[in-house]
C-alpha cells in the first residue's frame, strides 16, 4: 500500500487545498501529516512547538510520515519541515513525489502575518525567505515532478498535477 501521490512544499504552497481537489477528483481519502501530529496530540503544531520545542515536534512529524506512507493509500500532504528528516527523504524514495513550488512574494501573500505558524515568529518575509532558500534544494531532491503555483489557483496545479500522473 502506499500513497497515490506524496505533496511536499514550504508553507503557502498549497499543500492541503491541492490534496483536498486531488482527493475529490480521484475520489480518495486525504491525509495531511499536520493533522495527524495535532490529533494524536490533541494540541495544535503551535502549542507542541511553544511547550515541547522543535526538535520534540519533529519526531512526531516523522513518525507520523513514516506511519502514513505505510499506511495510507490516497492523496498525502506532508508538512513543509518534513522533508528535513534524513529518514524521511529515505522513506520517500519510490512514491509519486510532487513539489508543489511557490515564489517568495506568492508564499507571503498566502501565509499573511503567520498567525499559528511557529516558524514565523519574527520578521514573516525574512523567515519565509529564509525556509525557501533552506528548503527548495531538498524538496527538489525528493520529488519526481515539480508544479508552479504562482499566480495559479488551486484548481489549475491541481489540473497539472493529475495530468503529470495519468
Same mark, same amino acid.
Given at each position: 500500500?502506499? *500513497?497515490?501521490?506524496? %505533496?511536499?512544499?514550504?508553507?503557502? /504552497?498549497?499543500?492541503?487545498?491541492?490534496?483536498?481537489?486531488?482527493?475529490?477528483?480521484?475520489? %480518495? *481519502?486525504?491525509?495531511?501529516?499536520?493533522?495527524?501530529?495535532e490529533?494524536?496530540?490533541?494540541?495544535?503544531?503551535s502549542?507542541?512547538?511553544?511547550d515541547?520545542?522543535?526538535?520534540?515536534?519533529?519526531?512526531?512529524?516523522?513518525? /507520523?510520515v /513514516?506511519?502514513?506512507?505505510?499506511?495510507h493509500?490516497?492523496?498525502?500532504?506532508?508538512?513543509?519541515?518534513?522533508?528535513?528528516?534524513?529518514?524521511?527523504?529515505?522513506l520517500?524514495?519510490? &512514491?509519486?513525489?510532487?513539489?508543489?513550488r511557490?515564489?517568495?512574494?506568492e508564499?507571503?501573500?498566502r501565509?499573511? %502575518?503567520?498567525?499559528?505558524?511557529?516558524?514565523?515568529?519574527?520578521?514573516?518575509?525574512?523567515?519565509?525567505?529564509?525556509?525557501?532558500d533552506?528548503?527548495? *534544494?531538498?524538496?527538489?531532491?525528493?520529488?519526481? &515532478?515539480?508544479?508552479?503555483?504562482?499566480?495559479?489557483?488551486?484548481?489549475?496545479?491541481?489540473?497539472?498535477?493529475?495530468?503529470? %500522473?495519468?
Amino acid at each position: 500500500m502506499a *500513497p497515490r501521490v506524496v %505533496l511536499v512544499g514550504p508553507m503557502g /504552497a498549497g499543500k492541503t487545498t491541492v490534496a483536498g481537489l486531488l482527493g475529490e477528483a480521484w475520489d %480518495l *481519502p486525504v491525509r495531511d501529516t499536520d493533522a495527524d501530529v495535532e490529533a494524536a496530540e490533541g494540541r495544535t503544531i503551535s502549542d507542541i512547538f511553544v511547550d515541547d520545542g522543535e526538535a520534540h515536534f519533529r519526531t512526531l512529524e516523522a513518525k /507520523a510520515v /513514516a506511519d502514513a506512507l505505510a499506511s495510507h493509500d490516497g492523496v498525502l500532504a506532508l508538512g513543509g519541515g518534513a522533508v528535513l528528516d534524513p529518514a524521511t527523504r529515505a522513506l520517500l524514495e519510490g &512514491h509519486e513525489v510532487v513539489f508543489l513550488r511557490v515564489g517568495l512574494s506568492e508564499a507571503v501573500k498566502r501565509v499573511g %502575518l503567520g498567525a499559528g505558524r511557529p516558524l514565523l515568529l519574527g520578521g514573516v518575509r525574512a523567515r519565509i525567505k529564509a525556509l525557501l532558500d533552506e528548503r527548495t *534544494p531538498v524538496y527538489e531532491s525528493v520529488a519526481a &515532478h515539480v508544479v508552479e503555483t504562482d499566480a495559479r489557483s488551486p484548481e489549475d496545479v491541481a489540473a497539472e498535477v493529475r495530468e503529470r %500522473l495519468s
